[in-house]
């Protein structure tokens, strides 16, 4: 299929972006009569740039990775458990939901629900949530729904939104775009659900840590080529008499806490930039990341992995107006996220950025048995004020 034009993307809230229903047991299939996400990368979004390309290292085999990856996780649920010990302790989600993709039909994403106190009577008596969809970190190889937690008590209590966890497929059993697409179907299904799960699909957002707060730019790139795509046109099309099943999802905001936005630029050139390359991750953690969900190295130059090679027009279209970054001061990747943050201003963004100062990357998650980080508080909660703005200004 011919990747679309950069020069026709329009607006997420100008077209619809799903044309189907789907049941919400807990475990469903879809009956969508949208038509499967296209696993083409358009490159025509893509702005001009020479950039470097150093040799890559060697890449581990595919059973290495996938046995590396295991060991990882493992010692990441040690972590995390430790880091649930301070008080309060994160909830535990409210409840889960399943249903299938329409790439892969036989494979499932979990979505984990946290939901204010009365959510269940009120929804009953027909109030409609805004809700905040939430991409977790660990490098699209790591890391589960409930990794943010306490992120989500932040939101219940400060904003009173439904927060919805991504269970996204992980890599590298499922490389790139796997996570990007699993993203765009979770905001599809929610939205095609919003009456049954008591939310407003005009009024969603999303945030996302580290490797998930590059999937909250990737993934409204991904629904601007999938609601251009010759196919998505055909089926919108034969619905043009029945525009009740059209479902209009509209992201008024993105949260997006140290992201990684240019994945052509290697491990070696980012920790250089870094003021203390002591603080940043490890080579053999990033390397995992990095061999894990790429299969090759053109992949990288894709805006779906690196949203700072879109084109001007594509992010103007793709996202949101109110976008806020929070970067931190000791992380590899602290440049490209002022360099991203200052080329979103000049696209005439409302951009809140933060930097917060002398923290490592993922300073929110280092596992402490005594006490959560006090910078932790202030900035989500400077993070809940911006979704309180951005879901008011689209009441």
């Not at 203390?276 to 995992?288: A, E, Q, Y």
Request: net charge neutral; hydrophobic share 40%.
């Amino acid at each position: 299929m011919t990747p679309p034009d950069a020069n026709l993307l329009a607006p997420p809230s100008a077209l619809p972006l799903s044309i189907s229903r789907v049941s919400t047991n807990s475990s469903t299939r879809s009956r969508s009569r949208s038509p499967a996400l296209s696993r083409t990368h358009s490159s025509s979004s893509v702005v001009d740039a020479d950039h470097p390309k150093p040799h890559p290292p060697p890449r581990s085999s595919p059973l290495s990775l996938t046995s590396q990856a295991k060991v990882w996780r493992s010692l990441e649920q040690v972590g995390t458990w430790i880091g649930s010990w301070p008080s309060p302790a994160p909830p535990e989600p409210s409840f889960l939901r399943h249903f299938f993709t329409s790439e892969t039909p036989s494979a499932t994403i979990e979505l984990a629900f946290y939901v204010p106190p009365q959510y269940k009577k009120n929804i009953q008596r027909g109030r409609r949530y805004p809700v905040v969809v939430n991409l977790h970190g660990g490098g699209f190889t790591l890391g589960t729904a409930k990794d943010d937690a306490r992120w989500a008590a932040f939101v219940l209590k400060e904003v009173d939104a439904v927060v919805v966890s991504v269970e996204y497929r992980l890599a590298p059993e499922n490389p790139f775009p796997t996570a990007v697409e699993d993203g765009v179907e979770a905001v599809l299904h929610l939205a095609d659900n919003a009456e049954e799960y008591g939310i407003d699909p005009k009024k969603m957002a999303l945030s996302g840590f580290s490797a998930g707060a590059n999937l909250c730019f990737a993934i409204p790139l991904k629904m601007q080529e999938h609601i251009h795509s010759s196919e998505y046109q055909a089926a919108a099309k034969a619905l043009d008499n029945d525009m009740t099943d059209f479902i209009l999802p509209e992201i008024v905001s993105i949260i997006s806490w140290y992201p990684p936005l240019d994945m052509r630029i290697s491990r070696a050139e980012r920790r250089a930039t870094s003021v203390r390359p002591d603080k940043t991750l490890p080579p053999i953690l990033t390397g995992l990341f990095d061999q894990s969900y790429f299969h090759d190295e053109q992949s990288k130059a894709s805006p779906l992995a690196s949203p700072s090679v879109a084109s001007d027009e594509a992010l103007q279209t793709a996202l949101p107006n109110d976008i806020a970054l929070f970067l931190c001061e000791w992380d590899m990747l602290m440049k490209e996220g002022l360099a991203f943050s200052a080329r979103l201003k000049k696209l005439g963004k409302n951009v809140h950025e933060v930097l917060i100062e002398r923290k490592p990357h993922a300073f929110d998650k280092c596992p402490n048995p005594f006490h959560v980080d006090p910078k932790v508080a202030l900035h989500y909660g400077q993070a809940c004020e911006l979704l309180r703005d951005a879901f008011k200004a689209g009441t």
